[in-house]
């Protein structure tokens, strides 16, 4: 059984950088497209980036392009997500989230949040103005 454990959230002012941690405990981590929702409250859960299995493709939603880089460390079985330029809309639970294993052939990295089988328990970013 995979259990994702994010670690990095807190409180940071605007303009500030945070890095969010997440580990896999499983094996074959190397198998897994893994991405990045958050949800504020009141609003449904949204995509804010993922990345494939080998880190050589990353997608991010609009809203956070260009201040967010995901990124990923096969051989500590981790992902990150190092947000820069943070701004008070950002404020969020920020989830982790693993789809697959893919053992071969091409795997589609998805935005949509019902693709990913496995999900950590969510970690708290608030960005105060």
């Not at 991405?35 to 980036?49: I, L, N, S």
């Not at 880089?69 to 096969?74: E, F, G, Q």
Request: charged share 20%; proline share 2%; net charge negative.
């Amino acid at each position: 059984q995979v259990q994702l454990v994010e670690s990095g959230g807190g409180l940071v002012q605007a303009g500030g950088s945070l890095r969010l941690s997440c580990e896999h405990s499983g094996d074959n981590f190397g198998h897994y497209i893994m991405g990045w929702f958050r949800q504020a409250p009141g609003t449904e859960r949204e995509f804010v980036a993922a990345i494939s299995r080998t880190g050589g493709f990353t997608y991010y939603a609009d809203s956070v392009k260009g201040r967010f880089t995901i990124s990923r460390d096969n051989a500590k079985n981790t992902v990150y997500l190092q947000m820069n330029s943070l701004k008070p809309e950002d404020t969020a639970v920020y989830y982790c989230a693993a789809d697959g294993p893919t053992w071969s052939g091409v795997a589609i990295v998805s935005r949509t949040d019902q693709d990913y089988d496995y999900w950590g328990q969510g970690t708290q970013l608030t960005v105060s103005s």
